[in-house]
């Protein structure tokens, strides 16, 4: 019983190394910061519609629908967890037309919504950045350019 623990243990271990290994790794508060007035209008617009809507919409009270944590333009990206229980331990972006993927830095959670247009991330300075269908001329986006 105690070599199938250790066994499995191993198992586990080399999967967790092989996902941190083998993505490039974003560092979101190293991109170049970009004011929200400075992001196009289409951009302006997703965010404040999602803030009106607080993140989800109950259709005939029955079922929740939840936002994505990625709004794409011009591109098909995908948000990907590690997580252990109730914690999460990793974010990983997905980009789905080739399967590359970049590993946020740091075990903590990253502010959303994450804008994606064409190669272009950009993502919020701090959380909250939408709340309530508004958001400030001045808050702050980090753009990063992904290869």
């Given at each position: 019983?105690?070599?199938?623990?250790?066994?499995?243990?191993?198992?586990?271990?080399?999967?967790?190394?092989y996902?941190?290994?083998?993505?490039r790794?974003?560092?979101?508060?190293?991109?170049?910061?970009?004011?929200?007035?400075?992001?196009?209008?289409?951009?302006?617009?997703?965010?404040?519609?999602?803030?009106?809507?607080?993140?989800?919409v109950?259709?005939?009270?029955?079922v929740?629908?939840?936002?994505?944590?990625?709004?794409?333009?011009d591109?098909?990206?995908?948000?990907l967890?590690?997580?252990?229980?109730?914690?999460?331990?990793?974010?990983?972006?997905?980009?789905?037309?080739?399967?590359?993927?970049?590993?946020?830095?740091?075990?903590?959670n990253?502010?959303?919504?994450?804008?994606?247009?064409?190669?272009t991330?950009?993502?919020?300075?701090?959380?909250?950045?939408?709340?309530?269908?508004?958001?400030?001329?001045?808050?702050?986006?980090?753009?990063?350019?992904?290869?």
């Open positions: 019983m105690k070599k199938w623990i250790i066994i499995t243990g191993l198992i586990v271990l080399s999967v967790i190394s996902l941190f290994i083998n993505s790794i974003i560092d979101y508060t190293d991109g170049t910061p970009v004011k929200y007035m400075e992001l196009p209008k289409e951009v302006q617009d997703s965010l404040v519609w999602r803030g009106r809507h607080d993140g989800c109950s259709i005939e009270d029955t929740i629908v939840r936002y994505k944590p990625v709004i794409c333009f591109s098909d990206y995908t948000m967890y590690f997580d252990v229980g109730p914690w999460t331990f990793a974010h990983f972006l997905k980009r789905n037309s080739d399967g590359k993927i970049w590993k946020f830095k740091g075990i903590y990253i502010p959303k919504p994450i804008v994606t247009i064409g190669d991330l950009y993502v919020p300075s701090e959380y909250n950045i939408n709340s309530g269908g508004r958001v400030d001329n001045n808050a702050v986006f980090y753009r990063h350019i992904l290869k």
